[in-house]
């Protein structure tokens, strides 16, 4: 069964870090386009950021510079790194596989609180 | 400000359609298909319909996409209450360099 579970979110006071994990289990992530999608309490979704299967990766002018996307093979896990947080990065971080133009399947998402 | 713009609601009864709107521009929309996603309350989104129209497997035939110019619209017949949901329809947008969602819009079954 393909399944992708986040875990390491949680509260963070303003200025710190927080680093996300995605692990998958049923397809190698390293095979895949692999993206970070969130959404603030009642709002709507925002990509955040892509990692492709040859590497290279991309991320919304909103998190470009704090934010590094990244995978370990190894443990066919994907991961989120996010510094220098801000109370508008107050979100639930989900990780989904970027198929041809759309994100399928999605995990459950991890609450990331940013406030002090 | 969402990139794509959605109605904030549509209602109608069970049994009947509604249809979602979802509009673009030429840089988004007008260039690259559109995926549609349903988020249940408390749940994740989950894949609807890509490539404008297509369904994956498990979707029933009463969900529906259609695209013109730089619009889409998502159509559901068979209302059930199971379908009250926000919907999400999203894109790449060519200048942005990003992939757009548009705002989402809530479904109510009456």
């Known amino acids: 069964e393909v399944q992708l579970v986040e875990t390491g979110g949680g509260l963070i006071q303003p200025g710190g870090s927080l680093r996300l994990s995605c692990a998958a289990s049923?397809?190698?992530?390293?095979?895949?386009?692999m993206s970070w999608v969130r959404q603030a309490p009642g709002k709507g979704l925002e990509w955040v950021s892509v990692i492709y299967s040859g590497g290279s990766t991309y991320y919304a002018d909103s998190v470009k510079g704090r934010f590094t996307i990244s995978r370990d093979n190894s443990k066919n896990t994907l991961y989120l790194q996010m510094n220098s947080l801000r109370a508008e990065d107050t979100a639930v971080y989900y990780c989904?596989?970027?198929?041809?133009?759309?994100?399928?399947?999605w995990g459950q998402g991890t609450l990331v609180t940013v406030s002090s | 400000q969402s990139v794509l713009t959605q109605p904030p609601s549509v209602s109608a009864a069970p049994g009947q359609k509604v249809t979602i709107s979802c509009s673009g521009n030429t840089s988004n929309i007008g260039l690259h298909y559109v995926s549609w996603y349903q988020q249940l309350p408390q749940s994740a989104p989950k894949l609807l319909i890509y490539?404008?129209?297509r369904r994956p497997s498990g979707i029933p035939d009463r969900f529906s996409g259609s695209k013109s110019g730089t619009s889409v619209t998502l159509g559901i017949t068979g209302l059930q209450s199971g379908d009250e949901a926000d919907y999400y329809c999203g894109t790449w947008d060519i200048n942005l360099k990003s992939v757009v969602f548009g705002g989402g819009t809530k479904l109510t079954v009456l």
């Open positions: 049923g397809f190698t992530v390293s095979s895949n386009y």
């Open positions: 490539d404008n129209l």
């Open positions: 989904a596989t970027l198929n041809g133009g759309w994100f399928d399947p």
